[in-house]
């Protein structure tokens, strides 16, 4: 037997029992390798993109919220003014009728009616209230304060 | 002399026919608009060794999904190595090495996988004729017997009786010479026969009826 008969037999045997791919599996394979130019490994830095921009990120804010802002530093104190008190205390109720309009003739009567209606529901206005002793003389002392603030300022 | 050893492949010898440079040049221009990110054009590159890659891949696997994806993978490896394919070369050597050892490692893959998940592998029942259970307990036989063979080995012998290289173009695929590839077939091929004596047989006797 020469040294050729072995390969030959085997070359035999291994061509009985190779698989051959079907039409559909070859199509396949085909369409892949299409694919396979447009599906480049991504570069190994690219692996790492995400974790830098939050480390970026991060790392921006940090150094942000250390330094104040020169908006932050001319931001009013939470502390209310004796005068913004007062102005608070003493705006006017919107009015009921819109700027400009004079209820008139019937129109007003049946107005002043509502009104007489309202009174009869509980009210939860503090203006509407009648102010006790306690409450004049707090007044008195912040309108004091006040006027002394202004002559000051 | 030309040595022409399987169809489209030319190794080594004498000045190359007009047909051969028409080859060459058709090559060249392929792999360059691959480069480029042509798709068809990588896929035309290959197209004509789909098949032998595929029975690679299969021998190598035994698993046609796993051989699928054998091949798949083989050939994006070769397509981020085509830029280092030296023209003139055989191609289906270049691409038959990147089936074989993708081919092997998922190999690997899959039967540390199988072994955890299940460790009596019944083989599958055949509701096929009884000559197609013989064929693939043949199939399996060789399988069993390559698995045996050191890793270089196998390479050899399915680049030799499967992808039908020739010596050069094994020893191109493997990395080594002439002279140690011619080698390694030659042991490869002995170790298999003395273990496949009986299939060989069986297959001489079929082919003589």
Redesign the interface.
Known sequence: MTDLDPERELKALFDATAEAPTGAQLTKLKARATDVPGRRRRPLWLLWAPFLAVAAGFFAVVVLRGKPGPEQAHLPSATITASEQIASVVTPAPSLAPPGEEPAGDDLDESLAGLDDLDDEPTTDVLAAPLDDADEEELDVWLAAADSFLEEG | MAQHVCPNVFVTGAPPSDDRLGAVSLEHELISR??D????A??GL??PH??VL??IA??ACGD?AL??DA??EA??LA??RLSGYEPGTSFRAFLAAFAVRRAQTLLRGERRRRTREDASDVPPSLPNPAELAR?LQ??QR?RDALATLPEKRRAVAML???AELSYAEIAQAVGTTEGSARVLV?MA??E??QQ?AD??RE??TS?ER
């Open positions: 691959a480069l990110g042509d798709g068809r990588f896929a290959v197209e789909l098949p595929y029975r299969a021998r046609r051989a699928e091949v798949q050939l994006t397509f981020e064929a043949a199939a060789v030799r009786l499967d030659h091929l002995k298999l026969r496949l299939l060989v297959e001489e082919e």
